[in-house]
């Protein structure tokens, strides 16, 4: 069974850089899919981030391009999220995710989520 | 980007009703659309994928209809675990989106 967990700072200052990791157990990621980050503000929708392929190839949201990084860890089994200069919009519970977008068209499973708060 | 439009953004149904939610895109999607529900401090959870088939474990009364921009879930007879929010998301491309949510709510 796959799961997925989130870890970081639960709070960043603005204009900083925010980290997020996310442990995947019961599976792979060198075996295959895309693994990604999706936000949800609170009280809001769903905002996707992006995407990381182990090899490395990503999709990102254009709206958040310049201030998104993913990277892979596959010898840890890990992949992270990094986002530059934020601000208070930037404050949202960050789900990470197993993308199968193009094998199966869906996400499925998804972390328990982690809240991040953008405040001085 | 493809934009989804849900509607209604809120409901309000009794336990045994039976319910349709519709989300609809700015172009044609084939039927790379998947619908999740959500409920209050949990992560969303798969429901349907391909518009229309029905996650591992999922109820039965739960159903997806629709291709190209129209599509729909359905509860056929609403239950009270089933009050929540329910999101449309499309994976025809990249950037993946979502509907703006429809929360369910009892009467």
């Known amino acids: 069974q796959v799961q997925l967990q989130e870890s970081g700072p639960g709070l960043v200052k603005p204009s900083e850089t925010l980290s997020l990791t996310c442990t995947v157990s019961?599976?792979?990621?060198?075996?295959?899919?895309?693994w990604g980050w999706i936000r949800q503000p609170p009280g809001k929708g769903l905002e996707w981030i992006g995407s990381?392929?182990?090899?490395?190839?990503?999709y990102y949201n254009p709206s958040l391009k310049s201030r998104v990084t993913i990277s892979v860890d596959t010898a840890k089994n890990q992949f992270a999220l990094n986002l530059s200069s934020v601000t208070a919009a930037d404050t949202a519970v960050y789900y990470c995710?197993?993308?199968?977008?193009?094998?199966?068209?869906?996400?499925?499973?998804w972390g328990q989520g982690t809240l991040v708060t953008v405040s001085s | 980007d493809i934009q989804l439009t849900q509607s209604p953004s809120f409901l309000s149904a009794s336990v045994g009703d039976r319910v349709t939610i519709t989300c609809r895109a700015s172009?044609?999607?084939?039927?790379?659309l998947a619908w999740y529900q959500q409920k209050p401090g949990k992560a969303p959870k798969l429901l349907i994928y391909?518009?229309?088939t029905l996650q591992n474990g999922v109820p039965s009364r739960f159903s997806g209809s629709g291709s190209g921009t129209e599509f729909t879930l359905t509860i056929s007879s609403l239950q009270p675990e089933d009050f929540a929010t329910y999101y449309c998301?499309?994976?025809?491309?990249?950037?993946?989106?979502f509907g703006g949510g429809t929360k369910v709510e009892i009467k």
């Open positions: 998301q499309q994976l025809n491309n990249y950037p993946l989106t």
């Open positions: 995710v197993r993308d199968a977008t193009k094998a199966y068209y869906r996400v499925d499973p």
């Open positions: 990381i392929y182990h090899s490395g190839i990503n």
């Open positions: 019961g599976y792979s990621i060198s075996s295959g899919y895309y």
């Open positions: 172009q044609g999607i084939s039927t790379y």
């Open positions: 391909t518009a229309y």
